[in-house]
């Protein structure tokens, strides 16, 4: 929220209300950790203690007791318009008196609204679920201005209301998005960006400019591709890349950069954390195979695999309960080349918690399951890569490498909760430390420290070990003698031969492809080329 005068700017992360100043001065103005904030020329006020708390002088007092969804003050602080589940008021902080401005019908679910006083004092508008409405308050008079719209920012002179079409879920679990448009109090609506043309995509907020003097630095200068969301899984083989955002499976070709769709849900983004969502991505050539989870406390979920440019194909499904990994499940895919597989488990409860009483890998089939079984054990048996048709498998006391059907070529008493395979190169992250061996003799080459304990990236509906491989450390992929992980939002390369560790880049999920390392930042796919790593 920018101050009048465009110098400064309120925000608030967890440790407080902070003011910053666009020459890059920061304090906390508040150090209680607020919800929504807003800010007027001599006061600023947030959503907390039960209602709406207003802060002047260094003093603050509770303004309004309510569950209060959104709020807006005046320029001049006069008057603060405020939503609740009941409707939308006007309150003045010098009275504490509020005013009912429009109710909410009784067969209206509100979860959540948005509020904006007209810089001249004179409109609210707001949002209630119900599209966008505005109150003359001169006259009173409520009226509807459009029938979708969040985010609702006023012009500096009052005309226009600048808002993005856009919806969310109930449950705060998708968002549909559309063109960014402004509606005049009159009812007037036009688009400003559209979502399908030229500077659009998945539009979710938008602001005013206040001079024409501001002078903005040119546009970065950006490489890979956007995913649409956050990218939530990433994995490669090959050139080609295959992610989730949004809820949508998808495979990049990193040489001729074109992206394919291979499953999205129908017109809406699904938020990262999403009860219902996709998982335990794999690509194997130019197969792609995931598992889908469905909403509820007792959920549905399906296994799929894919090749590129068909249809989605079943490989599986079955039920869990209570937020966590089914009894029998399938996934943790791993794959490359021509071999895809996967595993499936049975958990029983032992008293003090569910445990894994057996686990097998299963090798999907380009024409779909029943998926044959190749190897089995009693307890933990994860599959963690596929290199050049052998699998690598940990367990509770040791880790092996298979063939495509299930033949022990290499055993070693080491259990591992993430694992590389490469040529002869494998490491295994035990502990804080990776070890390198040699696959052909067995022989452990090398011993290099690591910042903390490691493990992979998972999914809890998708891999029974996923809580025990809750690590900030993720050991991601191997290619070159260079082993590749992802630590606090950094992306770094070790290199085998000598331990020399080094940051590379911003981001999460790094993975080889031929051309070099492809990582996740944000809501993109990046690629560094070999000639800029490391060697």
């Given amino acids: 929220m920018w101050t009048r005068d465009s110098r400064r700017y309120v925000y608030n992360p967890p440790d407080g209300l902070h003011v910053a100043t666009t020459a890059g001065r920061d304090r906390i103005v508040h150090r209680r950790p607020p919800g929504s904030g807003n800010r007027s020329p001599d006061t600023f006020a947030f959503i907390g203690n039960g209602g709406i708390t207003l802060v002047r002088g260094g003093h603050e007092r509770i303004l309004v007791r309510a569950d209060v969804f959104g709020f807006s003050c005046s320029r001049d602080g006069s008057r603060i318009a405020y939503a609740t589940r009941d409707g939308v008021y006007l309150v003045s902080p010098a009275n504490s008196r509020s005013h009912l401005l429009s109710s909410t019908p009784e067969d209206l679910f509100v979860f959540r609204a948005d509020v904006a006083v007209s810089p001249n004092g004179r409109f609210v508008a707001f949002t209630l679920g119900q599209g966008i409405k505005i109150v003359d308050l001169r006259t009173r008079h409520v009226r509807a201005l459009a029938p979708l719209g969040q985010g609702l920012v006023w012009a500096p002179d009052s005309s226009r209301l600048l808002y993005v079409e856009s919806t969310q879920s109930t449950s705060g679990d998708s968002i549909s998005v559309g063109d960014v448009k402004t509606v005049t109090p009159g009812g007037r609506v036009r688009t400003v960006v559209s979502a399908s043309k030229s500077y659009g995509g998945q539009l979710v907020a938008a602001a005013w400019t206040r001079s024409t003097r501001v002078l903005y630095r040119r546009p970065q200068q950006v490489d890979g591709v956007f995913a649409g969301g956050p990218v939530q899984e990433l994995v490669t083989d090959g050139d080609r890349v ?73 490989t599986g499904d079955g039920s869990g309960c209570l937020g966590g990994t089914p009894i029998d499940g399938v996934g943790t895919h791993v794959g490359a080349g021509g071999l895809l597989v996967r ?20 090798r999907v089939e380009p024409d779909g399951c029943p998926c044959p079984v190749v190897s089995s054990s009693p307890g933990a048996y994860m599959p963690l890569d596929v290199d050049a048709g052998r699998i690598v498998v940990s367990g509770t006391n040791e880790t092996r490498i298979l063939d495509a059907n299930g033949a022990i070529l290499l055993s070693l008493p080491v259990p591992a909760l993430a694992a590389q395979l490469s040529g002869r ?41 996923c809580l025990a491989s809750v690590r900030r450390l993720k050991l991601g992929d191997l290619a070159h003698g260079l082993a590749a992980y992802a630590l606090d939002g950094q992306v770094h390369l070790l290199r085998l031969s000598d331990g020399a560790d080094k940051i590379v880049a911003r981001g999460t999920l790094p993975r080889f492809v031929d051309r070099g390392l492809v990582y996740a930042d944000g809501a993109r796919a990046r690629v560094l080329p070999f000639d800029r790593l490391p060697r």
């Fill in 425 to 465: 190169d494998l490491v295994l992250a035990a502990f804080s430390q990776l070890r390198v061996y040699d696959v052909d003799t067995g022989e452990l080459r090398r011993t290099w420290p690591l910042p903390t304990t490691a493990g992979h990236d998972c999914d809890l509906y998708g891999d029974p070990s």
């Fill in 343 to 362: 595993s499936a488990w049975h958990m029983t409860s032992d008293g003090s918690g569910r445990a894994v009483s057996e686990q097998s890998i299963e």
């Fill in 242 to 314: 295959a992610f989730i955002a949004c809820g949508a499976v998808s495979t990049w070709t990193t040489a001729t950069n074109v992206v394919t769709t291979i499953a999205r849900p129908p017109d809406y983004c699904r938020w990262v954390n999403s009860r219902g969502h996709s998982y335990s991505l794999v690509l194997a050539g130019d197969r792609v195979a995931w598992v889908e989870k469905g909403w509820g406390l007792c959920f549905h979920w399906d296994a799929y695999e894919a090749t590129i440019g068909a249809a989605p194909i079943a």
